[in-house]
């Protein structure tokens, strides 16, 4: 009928199936039946067949909102026998996968215009082993992905990290017209679902921040249900001891794979669909990372993770295969930002998505800043990245003021310097790490002076970005004051030492022994930020939505539920027989 809907918009396709009269009644009749058979000591089977009712009613229609008849979904609330589905162990390995992409359709129905109770449920959930559930479900649907790409191809001799470098490279390097395909959900976009329903609950839900961090191990009774159990018909499973060579049986959780799952899919920005993916894991990671409890997880330094997070090969790199340190998932994440933030200073710049990456950033370093946490890892990786990004700014501007307000961009990153600045000596891990950040400063002085320049000549004139101009100049007092106080100490000591090429431990030991003499201007609020607000990517989550709802409906096409139906029947008559 849906389909006749689709092809005939004059089909009133609420009129055709429940008449005119009692249709309310119909439906919840309906719908009492279905939770009766959800919460019932019936065969899995028909649990299915129930499941996959719903999951057609709710994906029928390319926007959910215009659907007529998920309004009973609404006045009939589901939520309580669905999620009570997700807390055991074999319930959701036969029916999770469908579950999740049920609510999170649900969820999306009109969500902003009325009091959708799939919401309100989720959104005050606090049954551990439900959002334990939920969490472990897209854990493998997610992971599976992962080893999607990962395991791709067998490797040759070189194990395989060499197999994921080698063919996840041809994967993003090679043309749309000759991009291999790869098995698994990627080739049918089924992971945007998951990530959806991942959105959904960290935006919605405080309580499944607990989830985020569930720990376990691949061979521990209590790990996910693997991901064959919890995938579509006809979904091929990824190759098992792949998983085991992946893991390793190192504990992991639901922020492992999302890490995971991030370093690919930020890899691709060349479409339309792989930008709205990659925004959404941005804005994924924005809810995480503003509550207290998921960054009080990710910094603490007992709790540590060998992440394999995927590096994209680039010309003036070359990928080695190593083993990933294991360090607390905070500094996983900065890893993450940074191999995103080098990796797409393109022409086509994704202007968008740098803000949403360091918009992350900035909060993350907040919490630093606001808890004194001294995170161990070598800061100079991020600092050369966000140097790259202001010199890429800098020369590209005419291109990209076209399309991008660079002054701002600009100003949020020159911000972090300055909350190094000003705040470093709270958070960093050591006084050599303060001492190496004024000379990345020192040493890619021309860098800021050109940004300076370019923005004092914007902000004389009368352009339309005089303001931002301005206020770009002056948030960068501290940086070039430390540059004009420092230059010149410099120079004199190479003068009185002869050199023209100092080594670093000289630049430093001249840095140190000349704080003392440095005035800097001190600078409130540079922490601040305004915590997310879902209105602005109203319209990115709907097209995430539709594109979820057109894969789902490729995976429940009518030749596929006639054979599921035949099964089935099949099994029933079977069994009546024998009775």
């Known amino acids: ?109 009109k969500k902003q215009e009325s009091a959708n109770p799939y919401v309100v449920k989720l959104s005050i959930l606090d049954d551990e082993l439900a959002l334990n559930g939920y969490g472990q479900v897209i854990t493998a649907a997610l992971n599976d992905f992962v080893m999607s790409t990962f395991g791709g191809m067998q490797a040759s001799g070189g194990g395989w990290l060499s197999s994921l470098t080698s063919m996840v490279g041809g994967i993003f390097l090679t043309s749309d017209e000759t991009q291999p395909v790869v098995r698994g959900q990627r080739n049918m976009g089924g992971e945007e679902g998951m990530l959806l329903a991942l959105y959904e609950a960290s935006h919605l839900n405080r309580n499944f921040m607990t989830t985020l961090a569930h720990s376990s191990s691949a061979a521990a009774s209590s790990a996910p249900p693997s991901p064959p159990a919890t995938l579509p018909p006809h979904q091929t499973p990824p190759n098992l001891a792949q998983i085991q060579a992946l893991d390793n049986e190192q504990p992991t959780n639901l922020l492992v794979t999302f890490f995971q799952y991030c370093s690919i899919v930020m890899a691709d920005t060349r479409t339309e669909s792989s930008i709205n993916k990659c925004s959404l894991c941005f804005i994924t990671l924005t809810c995480i990372v503003e509550e207290q409890f998921a960054n009080s997880i990710m910094h603490d330094q007992n709790l540590t993770f060998k992440v394999q997070l995927y590096r994209l090969p680039m010309r003036h790199r070359k990928i080695v295969p190593e083993e990933p340190p294991s360090q607390p998932l905070a500094s996983t994440l900065i890893d993450l930002l940074v191999e995103f933030m080098m990796c797409h200073l393109l022409k086509k710049f994704p202007g968008e998505l740098y803000e949403l990456c360091v918009g992350v950033l900035l909060r993350l370093l907040s919490y630093q800043k606001r808890c004194r946490v001294r995170l161990s890892r070598d800061w100079r990786p991020l600092w050369a990245a966000l140097i790259a990004l202001l010199k890429f700014l800098v020369t590209n501007e005419s291109t990209l003021l076209r399309r991008h307000n660079i002054f701002t961009m600009a100003q949020q990153v020159v911000n972090i310097f300055n909350l190094f600045i000003t705040f470093g000596d709270t958070f960093l891990p050591t006084p050599a790490s303060y001492d190496q950040l004024y000379y990345e400063l020192i040493r890619m002085h021309q860098v800021f002076d050109n940004l300076f320049y370019m923005a004092l000549r914007y902000s004389t ?75 602005a990517h109203r319209p990115l989550l709907a097209r995430l939505v539709r594109a979820a709802s057109g894969a789902a409906r490729l995976r429940a096409d009518a030749a596929a539920l006639r054979d599921h139906s035949a099964a089935l029947l099949h099994h029933y008559t079977t069994i009546a027989e024998r009775s």
């Not at 960068?476 to 100092?502: C, D, G, M, Y």
């Open 461 to 535: 004139g009368d352009g339309e970005f005089k303001a931002e101009a301005l206020r770009l100049a002056n948030c960068l007092v501290n940086v070039r004051a430390i540059i004009q106080h420092f230059s010149p100490k410099i120079e004199v000591w190479l003068a009185s030492q002869s050199l023209s090429t100092p080594t670093e431990d000289q630049i430093l030991e001249v840095v140190r022994k000349n704080y003392d003499s440095l005035i800097l201007k001190l600078q409130e609020g540079l922490e601040a930020y305004e915590r997310y607000t879902e209105r």
């Open 1 to 109: 009928m849906y389909q006749r809907a689709g092809q005939d918009p004059s089909i009133n396709i609420k009129f055709i199936l429940l008449g005119t009269d009692n249709a309310n009644s119909k439906m919840q009749k309906l719908l009492e039946h279905c939770s009766t058979v959800l919460a019932g000591d019936v065969p899995d089977s028909l649990k299915s067949m129930v499941i996959k009712l719903l999951l057609i009613i709710a994906i029928g229609i390319d926007n959910i909102d215009e659907n007529p008849l998920v309004e009973y979904l609404m006045l009939h609330s589901l939520f309580e026998p669905l999620m009570q589905l997700l807390c055991t162990s074999t319930e959701r390995q036969q029916h999770g996968y469908d579950v999740v992409m049920l609510l999170m359709f649900l969820v999306n129905y």
